[in-house]
């Protein structure tokens, strides 16, 4: 299949322990990543649906990015992965690095971030339930896994946030440059979200 490369930015320390991760498994990266962006591309389009983001929200999340400590990455995908993807963007002027940050991050899932956004740590917590057990064969389980590794994080999100994993907000302002979409009640600076800082400083006045 045809071939394009894509330059993305990805936050260093993350970049460095997803390589790492995919070492010790002997697992190819740029393929991996390819069949991910390619996969997940059908759960981005329905999470960004009708959604698109602000000029200002836009340049919120580069800049918040362009913050952390990124190391160009190139990746070479299947050129029908990438056209989807740009689709994508296109229609909801996404962020294509906060996407892969975000992919990426969400695919490492170290037990701290789960903890901080109350996710489950294993396949066992009721919240996932009914959801289709691991098989006991080996290659069975990764065979299940690796058709949809995000399965089981999206149907939590989904469970207890009533939102899908490319709108779910992180806690932590470090991480809005790994937000596929804000409103501008989220951007610091705009109108909307002077507005509501407003509003909030008047109710707090009259407590």
């Not at 320390?13 to 059908?42: C, G, V, W, Y």
């Not at 066992?124 to 994080?153: G, H, R, W």
Request: charged share 25%.
């Amino acid at each position: 299949m045809d071939q394009t490369k894509i330059t993305v930015k990805v936050y260093k320390p993350l970049m460095t322990a997803f390589n790492d991760k995919l070492d010790k498994l002997h697992i190819k990266r740029d393929r991996f990543l390819n069949d991910m962006i390619q996969s997940e591309a059908k759960n981005l389009a329905t999470d960004m649906e009708g959604k698109s983001l602000s000029p200002k929200a836009k340049r919120y999340i580069i800049n918040e990015l362009g913050r952390l400590d990124t190391v160009p990455v190139n990746i070479g995908v299947d050129k029908i992965t990438a056209n989807k993807l740009n689709e994508i963007i296109k229609e909801s002027n996404m962020v294509r690095d906060a996407f892969i940050n975000r992919l990426i991050l969400f695919l490492l899932s170290p037990n701290a971030f789960l903890n901080t956004l109350e996710l489950p740590l294993d396949v066992t917590d009721p919240i996932l339930k009914p959801c289709e057990p691991l098989s006991t064969s080996p290659l069975q389980a990764i065979e299940q896994v690796s058709s949809d590794p995000l399965f089981y994080l999206r149907t939590a999100v989904k469970n207890l946030n009533e939102t899908g994993l490319y709108l779910l907000n992180f806690p932590s302002p470090k991480w809005v440059g790994f937000s596929c979409y804000l409103d501008d009640f989220s951007v610091p600076g705009t109108e909307v979200s002077d507005l509501l800082k407003q509003l909030f400083e008047v109710e707090g006045k009259k407590k």
